[in-house]
């Protein structure tokens, strides 16, 4: 089973990347407020945790899972993050991160083939997680609605990339 080993420095970056990716392109394609920035940002977070507490997990999404534990982990997706998003509005930053998604999604696919369909449908639950996180449209969480026009064309669009359509 694939692990960091089977990817480059800079392959792996991209992969951590597209982690954080998969939840910052909803959230850029119907921005939603403080509030609804913390619930989406937690709800991708809280994907990762999950995997954490899974013993059965994909070893790739359990490698790239425990990199996030580590400071140096998160520091390289961090700063890749920074690299590209800086200044960046966000139909800018949902655009570049769909990007990500379909470039880690395709290196995993040649060097992991065997795992690819496992990260791809991780990736693409991250992305569902952001979006049913916080209603859009509404005001202080009432009216609105669960998924957004926006947020379901943003889905619709990983789901593409990932080839998972």
């Known amino acids: 089973m694939a692990d960091k080993s089977t990817f480059t420095p800079e392959e792996w970056k991209l992969i951590l990347e597209s982690v954080m990716m998969a939840g910052i392109a909803v959230?850029?394609?119907?921005?939603?407020?403080?509030?609804?920035?913390?619930k989406e940002s937690f709800a991708s977070s809280s994907t990762l945790v999950k995997v954490k507490a899974d013993t059965n997990a994909n070893?790739?999404?359990?490698a790239i899972v425990d990199d996030f534990s580590t400071s140096e982990g998160r520091t390289t997706a961090r700063d890749g993050l920074k690299a590209k998003l800086s200044g960046a509005k966000p139909i800018d930053m949902k655009t570049k991160g769909i990007e990500t998604i379909r470039e880690a999604s395709a290196i995993v696919e040649a060097k992991a083939p065997h795992d690819a369909a496992a990260f791809k449908s991780w990736l693409y639950q991250i992305s569902e997680s952001v979006a049913e996180a916080a209603k859009e449209g509404g005001f202080?969480?009432?009216?609105?609605?669960?998924?957004?026009?926006?947020?379901?064309?943003?889905?619709?669009?990983?789901?593409?990339?990932?080839?998972?359509a």
């Open 27 to 38: 959230t850029a394609a119907e921005p939603s407020g403080l509030w609804g920035m913390l």
């Open 59 to 62: 070893p790739l999404i359990k």
């Open 140 to 164: 202080l969480g009432i009216g609105g609605v669960p998924v957004s026009e926006a947020e379901k064309a943003t889905l619709a669009e990983i789901s593409t990339a990932l080839k998972i």
